[in-house]
């Protein structure tokens, strides 16, 4: 990656956080891990950092030294490290001031890691192929090892030129995730990142943005309607506005279609396994038909039984872990999981394969009820799920967050017989909700998607 940023034509970027900036060109001679890299070379390294520019500084002087970069989600449980640890084979750690210690993360070679950069003498040189670790939720919460090579995980961006001019990119994510790594690598192929901070409310952190003259930005539909919710979309000025790792619904993109009316606001389907699968830009909830069975691309899709399956080139390797499940079918399609059904020559998300309610042995998806929520103009977010019931084993139910009453909205009961007549129109009987709640918020997960419950 050092020789990528630091190619002749490439962008002079930059890092910036909360609480600084590091100018990249500033690693040619400086580091921002006690000692140096060397120290690391040919290990498999845990990155214990609580702070995202710490790790995104140390992200660029490990790949092509380290030998596993296993990037650890700020909020991982500790009882689930010893798992992680053994299943990487992780022989060194990598922490910064907030970060786990020795005796937690039980590892004895620990280099200490910051912001303010140490000088650095030596020759940065690339002698190993850099695997990749990096963590997803099994369905009992305990996490799954994936294995990425920087060959796989920048995929995506093979097919596109770098251009004259560069940008800045920001991110809602945590660049620990596939979601956010997938900004931080465009971002130090094309210029500039600027890094979220989960201590930071919405308004901080767009008007960090805004003065960084933030170009292209992207979250999660649950970032963006708690951005939306909070009245400050104005601080930033994008020319590019993605959506990815939840279902964005019409809603939420005609809702920042209008906050951005000069930007190209487009939804991306990827996950861990499968990488980035395809982006949307045409304005619509779904995708086009014809992508599904194209042949001679980066992607192949198919849909055996409403079921999304992806092959890609930026597929990962496999899981890590003495009882790992196989990651791809023997064909090399990945089964994500998520269900979708074509209408009218598009393919719509009806939302995962595990989250579906049983209403007296009818199924609903919970996702389907919100996107017709979602769609009430007093609505800015909604969470369907069930409630158990002696008759049918469980009925719908809805909390619903509204905008605000200073903009002049109704009666809370005129809006809720507007909501349920809307679902009797658009859905099946058995997904109208039998109750809905008006909530002051819905919980977000540090990935940035909706906390839904666990069946």
Known sequence: MWQSIHAPGAPQGRLSGRAGTVALAALARGTSLGGGPEDLRGRSVLLAIKDQLTAALALLELD??????????????????????????????????????????????????????????????????????????????????????????????????????????????????????????????????????????????????????????????????????????????????????????????????????????????????????????????????????????????RVPEETLQIRSSGTAQRYLGEDAEPLRSADGFVDTGDRVQESNGRYYFLGRRGGVINVGGLKVHPEEVEAVINTHPWVRMSLVKARRSPITGAVVTADVVLRGEADGRPAAAVVMRELTERCRQALASHKVPALIRFVPSLEVSPSGKLVRPIA
């Open 64 to 301: 092509g030294v380290a030998r596993r970069l296993v990037l650890c989600p700020p909020d991982l449980a500790l009882p689930h490290v010893p798992q992680v640890i053994r299943d990487a084979q992780v022989d060194a750690a990598v922490r910064d001031s907030r970060g786990a210690t020795a005796a937690e993360l039980g590892i004895s070679r620990i280099v200490n890691a910051g912001t303010a950069l140490g000088p650095f003498e030596g020759e940065r040189r690339s002698t190993h192929a850099t695997e990749w670790i990096l963590l997803t939720s099994g369905t009992t919460g305990a996490p799954k090892l994936v294995l990425h090579t920087l060959e796989s995980l920048t995929s995506a961006l093979h097919a596109e030129a770098r251009l004259p001019e560069a940008r800045t990119w920001s991110t809602f994510y945590d660049i620990r995730r596939y979601g956010g790594l997938q900004i931080f690598l465009r971002a130090v192929h094309d210029g500039s990142l600027v890094l979220s901070d989960p201590a930071e409310e919405v308004a901080e952190f767009l008007a960090r943005a805004g003065s960084a003259g933030v170009t292209h930005i992207s979250g999660t539909p649950s970032h963006w309607r708690k951005a939306l919710m909070s009245g400050v979309t104005s601080r930033i000025r994008p020319r590019y506005v993605r959506l990815s790792g939840e279902i964005a619904d019409q809603a939420v993109l005609d809702a920042l279609r209008a906050a951005y009316p000069d930007a190209t606001v487009a939804h991306a389907f990827a996950s861990t396994e499968a990488g980035v699968a395809f982006e949307v830009r045409d304005g619509q909830a779904g995708f086009p038909r014809e992508l599904v069975g194209a042949t001679g691309g980066r992607v192949a899709l």
